[in-house]
C-alpha cells in the first residue's frame, strides 16, 4: 500500500478513535499506519532531523526539555504525552516538520535507531524496570550497545555514570560521554562488558577490562535526576545547533501540584526502584499518600518493593491506597514503618485536614488516574 | 536457641527480583514469635559464616549468578552448615546454583550438587507471571511470581518442592523447585515468603527445632490471602 493513501487511513483511524471512543489519539493511528505501511517511521523519517531519548527513568521530562531547545532551531514534532512505542513515534511523524525529539522506550529503542537514523540520540540511565517485561536489565543494555554500533552517523550522549550506559556507548563512533561524578548503581555489582565484579569507589567505577567513567569528555558537577537530564538535553540540543537554556529542574520532575479532597497534593510518578528512592529521599512533607498498582506498565510483579529503603517514611503519617495497597502495607509493616490502608485516594485523603500538605507516590497508572481526575 | 542468624548470600549480586525481602521477612517473623533475629550480609567479596541458622540466594542475571557460584567454591561453609542442620532456601538462579548443573551466558557450569536437579535452557518462551503450587511439606498451595528462562529437571533422588497448580515452575507445569532436608529451593519470587509467612514458619521451625506458638500477625494473614488470587 502506498505511504500517502496508509496516511490517510492512519489519520481518520485516529479522527475517530478521538470522536467515538473519546482516546488521546496519540497511540492508533500510528498502530494503524504502520499495519498499513511497515516502512513508514523509515519513509518519514527522511528530510527530518530526529533525536532520540531513552532511559528507565526520566524519559518524558528530558524529551520534553530537548523538544523546547530543539524548537529554537526549526518546526518540531514530540511524542510529549509519554506515548512511547513505534505507534507512538509513528502518530507524532504523521505531522510534518523540520525537527523530531522523541522520548521512546527502552525494548523499542534499537528499532527506532534503525529506522529513524537520528542525528542524536541521548541515553539517560538503565536499572531494574518492569522485569516481566525487560526481564533483564543487561539483556537490554546489550540490545543498546547492538543497535549502537551499527549506527556509525549517530551521536550518542550518555550519562556513563551509570555502566549500562558507559557499556552500551563503549564502541559508539561518535559520542559524548557525561559524568556526575560517579554515584551508586543499585544494579551495577557486575560489569556490564566482561561479567567481572565491578570495582566502585566515591568517584565511581572501573574494570580491568576497561570500562569506566572516569573518561568521559564531559564532567559535570553531581546533582539531582531532573539536574543531570537537564544538563543532557542542553549537550544534545547544543549538538543540533540550540542555544542553552536554563531549566527550573523542580518542572522537569514529573509532579503535578493538584487539590484532592480540598487539600493541597503534590503527586509524584514513581515506578521501579530508581525512582522510588529519588522520591522518597526528596519527601519534604509529614504527610505522605502512596498508590500502588500492579497493571502492565506499572510492572505485575511487585517483589521489587523489597529492593527499596523506605526509612525516609519513619516518623511520618503515610497513608496506602491502590489495586495492591496491601503488598506497600505489608512490606512497611515488616520494616517497622506504620501505616493506613486504605482502599482508594479519596478515602486515603479522608486521613487529612485540609490545611494539610501532602505528597502522593503514585504508580503510572495511579499517577495519570489521580491527574486527570 | 538464643538467636537466629539469618545470612543473606550475595545479595548485591542475587537481588535482582527482590528475593532479599526473605531475609525481612524472616527476622520479622521470628522476633514476632519472641525470638530475636540478626541479618547478616554476605558480599561476593567475603567468606560466608559457618554459624549460620538460616541461609539464602536469590535470583540473578547470569554474569552475576556465575560470580556468585564461583565465590561459593571458594570455601565449604555453606556445605558444613548445611551437613550440620543449617536451613537454605534458594530461589530461581540460586536454586540453579545449588543444584548439579545449570546454562549461564550459553555454557554449561557444573553446581554445587546441594539438590539433584539440572537446570537447562528453556526454549523461547520465557516463564513469567504468577505460579501457584501445592507444597505436600505444609500441606499448602503458595503462590509466588516466576521470571526465567531456565528450565529444571528433577534428578531420581530429588523430590519437588511444590507441585504446579497455575504457571510454569521449573518449566514443565508441573512440579516448582526442589526439597531434600532442611534445603529448599524453588522459582517463586515475591518475595515467596512475604506472600506465604507459613513457609517463613516452616523455615523458622527447622532452624530453631522447635514449635512456634500460633499467634497470628493479622496484616500477614490478610497479605497472605490476598495475594492467593493474584
Redesign the interface.
Known amino acids: 500500500m502506498r505511504l500517502n493513501f496508509s496516511l490517510r487511513i492512519a489519520a481518520l483511524a485516529g479522527f475517530l478513535s478521538k470522536k467515538i471512543l473519546r482516546r488521546s489519539g496519540e497511540t492508533i493511528p500510528g498502530k494503524v499506519l504502520l499495519t498499513l505501511y511497515p516502512k513508514a517511521l523509515i519513509a518519514l523519517s527522511k528530510n527530518r532531523k530526529i533525536v532520540l531519548v531513552s532511559g528507565t527513568n526520566g524519559k518524558t521530562s528530558t524529551t520534553r526539555a530537548l523538544a523546547q531547545l530543539i524548537s529554537q532551531c526549526g518546526t518540531t514534532v514530540t511524542n510529549n504525552s509519554g506515548s512511547n512505542l513505534d505507534r507512538g513515534s509513528a502518530t507524532t511523524l504523521m505531522k510534518s516538520s523540520e525537527y523530531a525529539v522523541l522520548e521512546v522506550d527502552e525494548l523499542y529503542l534499537p528499532r527506532l535507531i534503525a529506522e529513524t537514523t537520528p542525528c542524536a540520540v541521548v541515553l539517560l540511565n538503565l536499572s531494574r524496570d518492569q522485569l516481566h517485561r525487560m526481564h533483564e536489565v543487561k539483556k537490554v543494555a546489550q540490545r543498546w550497545k547492538n543497535a549502537v554500533d551499527t549506527a556509525p552517523d549517530t551521536i550518542f550522549i550518555g550519562d556513563v555514570d551509570d555502566p549500562f550506559i558507559a557499556f552500551a556507548l563503549s564502541d559508539a563512533q561518535k559520542k559524548i560521554c557525561v559524568s556526575f561524578g560517579g554515584r551508586h548503581h543499585s544494579d551495577g555489582a557486575v560489569c556490564p562488558g566482561c561479567g567481572k565484579y565491578l570495582q566502585w569507589n566515591s568517584s565511581g567505577f572501573s574494570c580491568a577490562c576497561g570500562l569506566t567513567n572516569a573518561k568521559a569528555e564531559v564532567n559535570r558537577n553531581p546533582g539531582s535526576a531532573a539536574y543531570r537530564n537537564a544538563e543532557l538535553a542542553n549537550i544534545a540540543g547544543a549538538q543540533m545547533g540550540a542555544p542553552e537554556i536554563i531549566f527550573d529542574t523542580k518542572n522537569l520532575e514529573r509532579a503535578v501540584e493538584k487539590k484532592i479532597s480540598g487539600i493541597s497534593s503534590s503527586i509524584r510518578l514513581v515506578k521501579n526502584p530508581a525512582s522510588w528512592s529519588e522520591a522518597l529521599a526528596g519527601l519534604k512533607s509529614a504527610n505522605v499518600v502512596l498508590i500502588l498498582n500492579a497493571r502492565e506498565v506499572d510492572g505485575i510483579d511487585t517483589s521489587w518493593l523489597w529492593d527499596v529503603s523506605f526509612e525516609a517514611l519513619r516518623g511520618k503519617k503515610v497513608v496506602v491506597c491502590g489495586e495492591r495497597a496491601i503488598d506497600m502495607a505489608y512490606r512497611l509493616h515488616v520494616a517497622g514503618i506504620n501505616s493506613v490502608l486504605e482502599k482508594n485516594s479519596a478515602s486515603a485523603f479522608s486521613h487529612f485536614a485540609s490545611t494539610d500538605k501532602v505528597e502522593v507516590l503514585a504508580a503510572y497508572t495511579a499517577f495519570f488516574g489521580l491527574v486527570a481526575s | 536457641m538464643s538467636n537466629i542468624r539469618i545470612i543473606r548470600i550475595h545479595n ?2 542475587l ?7 526473605n531475609a ?2 524472616l527476622a ?1 517473623r521470628a522476633k514476632f514469635h519472641g525470638i530475636a533475629a540478626t541479618i547478616t550480609d554476605v558480599t ?2 567475603q567468606s560466608i559464616p559457618r554459624n549460620g541458622n538460616i541461609y539464602l540466594l536469590g535470583g540473578a ?4 549468578q ?2 556468585s557460584l564461583e565465590a561459593l567454591r571458594r570455601e565449604n561453609n555453606l556445605q558444613e552448615a548445611i551437613a550440620d542442620g543449617a536451613v537454605l532456601l534458594a530461589v530461581c538462579a540460586g536454586f540453579q546454583i545449588i543444584g548439579q548443573s545449570f546454562w549461564a ?1 550459553g555454557a554449561k557450569v557444573e553446581g554445587l550438587g546441594l539438590l539433584d536437579v539440572e537446570s537447562n535452557p528453556g526454549g523461547k518462551k ?1 516463564c ?2 504468577e505460579v501457584k503450587a501445592r507444597c505436600s511439606i505444609l500441606n499448602l498451595e503458595l503462590n509466588g ?1 516466576e ?1 526465567h ?1 531456565g528450565t529444571t529437571t528433577l534428578g531420581s533422588s530429588a523430590q519437588a518442592f511444590a507441585k504446579v497448580s497455575s504457571g510454569y515452575g521449573n518449566g514443565d507445569g508441573k512440579s516448582d523447585g526442589a526439597v531434600l532436608g532442611n534445603v529448599f529451593g524453588t522459582y517463586m ?3 515467596i515468603l ?1 506472600r506465604n509467612p507459613q513457609l517463613a514458619d516452616l523455615l523458622l521451625t527447622r532452624a530453631t527445632a522447635r514449635p512456634f506458638s500460633q499467634i497470628e500477625d493479622p ?2 494473614s ?2 497472605a490471602s ?2 492467593r488470587k493474584y
Open positions: 548485591e549480586l537481588g535482582t527480583y527482590g528475593d532479599q525481602g525481612e521477612v520479622f561476593y567479596e542475571e547470569d554474569s552475576a556465575l560470580l551466558n520465557r513469567v507471571g511470581f521470571n528462562s519470587h515475591g518475595p512475604a496484616l500477614a490478610s497479605y490476598i495475594a
